[in-house]
């Protein structure tokens, strides 16, 4: 069996003050998952029984604290975005040149944006990819109305204005 670390004051001191800060359940019941260790001198079994969680979970808990902190106790480190190409910021940057094409054109062709962005990571992304990334930073797809070839405008408004009201 391998020894268990012990608790500095400074770490001790950390989980007193994140016991009273604490503002989530989630993150409350770390820090006593932490604090039952370091107090009373339990072991995982012990304290998952009083917690009513599973044994794994504290021995997780345990090891991020000492990895990363007391940060743990009020951001829960599962979620986000774990398979992505570029971070916000770099796309917000790779955005930038086609922001100042459709300010001035008044539109943008997604064919366009998508063969910049395989350019740019240098693979191929499916077409909702770039879909999706236009909508995280506010963009939205509009298309013009259609139109038929043939249509005559100027026959379209005498029609409109002979044409009877019901």
């Known amino acids: ?25 989630e993150g409350y019941q770390r820090v006593q998952a932490v604090w039952l260790r370091i107090k009373l001198g339990l072991h ?38 774990w398979h992505e190409n570029l971070s916000l910021d770099e796309e917000a940057a790779f955005l930038k040149p086609y922001s100042k094409q459709a300010e001035s054109s008044g539109m943008i062709v997604v064919t366009e944006v998508a063969n910049g962005y395989e350019k740019l990571i240098g693979r191929g992304v499916p077409k909702s990819t770039v879909y999706r990334l236009l909508d995280r930073h506010g963009w939205r797809k509009i298309a013009p109305r259609p139109s038929h070839p043939k249509a005559d405008p100027d026959a379209q408004d005498a029609f409109k204005k002979t044409s009877a009201k019901s």
Not at 48 to 68: D, M, N, P, T
């Open 1 to 25: 069996m391998r020894p268990r670390i012990e608790f500095s004051e400074a770490q001790q001191a950390e989980v007193e003050k994140s016991l009273h800060n604490t503002t989530t359940k």
């Open 44 to 81: 995982a079994a012990e304290i998952a029984q009083i917690l009513g969680i599973h044994e794994a979970s504290v021995w997780r808990i345990h090891s991020r604290y000492f990895k990363y902190g007391a940060k743990i106790f009020d951001e829960g480190l599962s979620g986000g975005r």
